[in-house]
């Protein structure tokens, strides 16, 4: 596929975002910060996230 069919969107976690440790496995992509469809969701094993930690989750969508 064409690399100019690729949408692509980073959304990051800074440390202390949460304030306390959490375990992650899942993930959702909206249209919107409140009240948004979900356009993608994403299950996975559990990423540990420290309060200090940060972590930053990548999604690729390819339109043909």
Same mark, same amino acid.
């Given at each position: $596929?064409?690399?100019?069919?690729?949408?692509? &969107? @980073? %959304?990051?976690? *800074?440390? *202390? &975002?949460?304030?306390?440790?959490?375990? !992650?496995?899942?993930?959702? @992509?909206?249209?919107?910060?409140?009240? %948004?469809?979900? @356009?993608?969701? %994403?299950?996975?094993?559990?990423?540990?996230? *420290?309060?200090?930690? $940060?972590?930053? @989750?990548?999604?690729? !969508?390819?339109?043909?």
């Amino acid at each position: $596929s064409s690399s100019t069919n690729v949408w692509q &969107n @980073l %959304g990051t976690f *800074a440390a *202390a &975002n949460p304030g306390s440790a959490v375990a !992650i496995t899942e993930a959702g @992509l909206f249209n919107a910060s409140t009240t %948004g469809t979900m @356009l993608a969701r %994403g299950t996975f094993a559990a990423i540990n996230k *420290a309060t200090a930690d $940060s972590l930053a @989750l990548t999604w690729q !969508i390819t339109f043909s």
